[in-house]
């Protein structure tokens, strides 16, 4: 591929990207709408190793490479995914319809809880929800026999990690950065998270409605671990959080919809996603993603099967096809998040040289000490926290 | 056939069928079951377990969220009298002065709809963004201040229900003034009225019917919006149609948003009750309908 063609992708992502709010609004909707998947694929059960006609995945939005000039992703518009129908004859329906992971969980809760097929395939939510899922039994093992190149190539850091200590159930999607996008042009840059409460920013500040990226963040500023979240910490987090929204510091919480801020110059400063500040930049060069000096949230989405899914051998196949660097490399030109490929680095210098070093995509060592991922607590600790934070965003502290 | 004809009072249930399986499909069931999760408690988790003893869910609620309740019948109020400002003005031009430009005026009032009402909220972020179209210049002219904004406030919210509810103004007026009989104002002007005493005996009486029904079908949806606060307001102008879509969807609170959706829904009905006996009559309803 061209670095024109890829260029080319990449406008149109941010294109599709000025229109957040639309989008998600209108994936609100496709995620209203859809129970499971649309189509109904069988692959042929028992030792039979043929790949199914169809596989049906969900996925977050703006996730997977897509065509210049189109902004959905499906089988016959992203390069991937084409190139999986290509070499195994089976079409991916893929579906943008995870726009938060309580949400979607609640849909496929029922089924399983049933012992029933929730019509997918794959789904790739969050370590902490992939964990409850798998700690429920709702997700099936991986046979590696059938997946050389993940078990070759998945990256040093996911072994092993406690919500899937031997790479069993979860094969790593994406990992995202949460940190701080600050528009140098309009503020003087600065590197400490309390840079956000400075003055001269009133109004100008917008935030996440996801509570561990934002409420993370907070808490580091606080000076607090959110690798080990406490109540104590937590009301002070929150406690900061509702000071800044009443003395109008913050301008609004959003969802995707705080890129259209930052791009309008709404804000001048906001609690941001690597990837998406990537994209931005490439048509607002002021735009700067920087991990805050107290630290930053880091968050893996991971590809799993669901519990009785009808075609496990191909879903197999297809996270083993993305566990080829050359795969997970036209993934990464477009999505700009970390990859979890080994060797995927080589294959994204021959696309473009300039994105292999590109410090979103690979970040280096010191800053990926200053990452935190958000800690477990019981359920009792997270419903309270989940209460708290649903109290800021729907402003019953204002 | 042969059967409506020897049963004629079957014609009216006949008619009424669909109607009423419609209601009793989509209305009273989920009404019944909203009502019945009202009175859940537990989590989707642990899963739900009903007892009337779960009335606390409406104490809770109403204590918890009373500021968004107030908040909602305040816009709502500010966006229906907005709204009546600018429809009643405008469908009395096009029902006596527009003449032939009539249609197309009146195409015109519903042209928005042609578009979806969350691409048109979306719309008013554009124009009235910080240094949009509208607050741009005049910043750079120094007429305003340049922290000034516009989106993101109690205001942004409520004109953007105004905007989109005011097509539900214009028409039910508009029907009413278009229907009254013009011999009735030139009766009035033989027995010496002013135009203003023509309007305010006649004209005015004669247009309630539109006015009430346009009052209703604007204030109701905007007290149960959600979209303007979320899209055009900022934390704090979240109304209480936020918290039940969060509770339902986020939280999934079934209970709680369940009793904040009755008691909303309970709030509507009382308050139309009492509009219409402070407006007159049934018989005003009956026109109107």
């Known amino acids: 591929m061209s670095t024109e063609k890829k260029m080319g992708m990449e406008l149109d992502r941010r294109t599709v990207l000025k229109a957040g709010a639309v989008a998600g609004a209108a994936a609100f909707l496709a995620a209203c709408g859809t129970s499971g998947a649309s189509t109904e694929p069988t692959e042929s059960t028992g030792g039979d190793k043929t790949p199914a006609a169809a596989i049906n995945f969900a996925n977050w939005t703006y996730y997977i490479d897509v065509d210049d000039g189109v902004d959905t992703a499906t089988a016959d518009t992203s390069e991937s995914l084409r190139r999986f129908q290509a070499e195994y004859g089976t079409r991916v329906n893929y579906q943008e319809v995870l726009l938060d992971n309580d949400e979607f969980f609640g849909t496929i809760k029922a089924p399983l809880e049933a012992g029933q097929d929730t019509g997918w395939d794959i789904v790739t939510p969050t370590t902490w929800m992939a964990k409850k899922i798998v700690d429920l039994g709702w997700a099936e093992k991986f046979d590696k026999a059938n997946m050389p190149n993940f078990v070759a190539n998945l990256a040093d850091e996911f072994k092993g990690r406690a919500a899937d200590s031997s790479n069993d159930y979860l094969a790593p999607w994406q990992s995202l950065m949460t940190g701080l996008g600050i528009n140098t042009k309009k503020t003087t840059p600065f590197t400490k998270f309390s840079g956000l409460w400075d003055p001269t920013l009133k109004g100008k500040v917008v935030l996440l409605t996801e509570l561990r990226d934002t409420v993370g963040l907070v808490m580091l500023g606080n000076g607090a671990d959110p690798s080990v979240p406490t109540r104590p910490t937590f009301d002070a987090a929150i406690a900061t959080l509702q000071g800044e929204i009443n003395s109008g510091q913050v301008r609004k919480l959003a969802s995707q919809g705080y890129t259209e801020l930052l791009i309008s110059d709404s804000a001048y400063a906001a609690i941001a996603w690597s990837g998406d500040v990537g994209i931005i930049k490439l048509d607002k060069p002021e735009l700067d993603f920087v991990v805050p000096d107290e630290g930053g949230m880091y968050a893996t989405d991971n590809m799993l099967i669901p519990k009785g899914a009808k075609n496990k051998y191909t879903a197999e196949l297809w996270i083993d096809f993305y566990y080829r660097p050359e795969i997970a490399a036209i993934v990464e030109a477009y999505v700009q998040y970390i990859c979890p490929v080994k060797g995927a680095a080589e294959e994204i210098a021959k696309i473009d040289p300039a994105l292999a070093t590109n410090p979103l995509i690979f970040p280096d060592a010191a800053t990926k000490s200053r990452l935190k991922v958000w800690g477990d607590v019981s359920a009792e600790d997270q419903a309270y926290f989940d209460e708290q934070f649903s109290g800021i965003v729907e402003g019953v502290g204002g | ?289």
Request: aromatic fraction near 14%.
């Open chain 2, 1 to 289: 056939m042969g059967m409506i004809r020897r049963h004629p009072a079957l014609v009216p249930l006949l008619l009424l069928l669909p109607g009423l399986v419609w209601l009793v499909s989509f209305y009273l069931a989920p009404n019944i079951q909203m009502f019945a999760s009202s009175f859940w408690s537990g989590t989707l988790e642990s899963g739900f377990s009903f007892s009337f003893s779960n009335w606390t869910n409406y104490t809770d609620a109403l204590g918890k969220y009373q500021q968004q309740y107030a908040r909602s019948i305040q816009y709502g109020f500010a966006a229906t009298l907005i709204c009546f400002a600018i429809a009643f003005p405008l469908a009395y031009f096009i029902a006596f002065k527009a003449g032939r430009a009539r249609s197309a005026l009146l195409f015109l009032v519903v042209a928005p709809f042609f578009t979806s009402y969350l691409l048109r909220t979306i719309g008013w972020r554009t124009i009235l963004g910080d240094d949009s179209i509208i607050l741009g210049p005049l910043k750079a002219a120094g007429l305003v201040d340049p922290a000034a904004r516009f989106l993101d406030t109690p205001f942004a919210v409520i004109a953007g229900i105004a905007y989109n509810f005011v097509p539900f103004m214009i028409l039910p007026i508009y029907v009413s003034l278009e229907k009254i009989d013009r011999r009735l104002l030139e009766a009035a002007q033989d027995l010496y009225a002013t135009s203003w005493g023509a309007f305010r005996r006649v004209t005015l009486p004669l247009a309630m019917p539109g006015i009430f029904a346009g009052s209703l079908l604007t204030f109701i949806p905007a007290i149960g919006d959600f979209i303007n606060a979320e899209l055009l307001g900022n934390p704090n102008t979240t109304m209480v149609g936020n918290v039940i879509q969060r509770q339902f969807l986020v939280d999934r609170d079934y209970p709680t948003a369940a009793a904040l959706s009755f008691m909303l829904m309970v709030l509507i009905l009382a308050g139309v009750a009492l509009y219409g006996r402070l407006l007159g009559t049934d018989e005003l309803t009956s026109k109107a309908i």
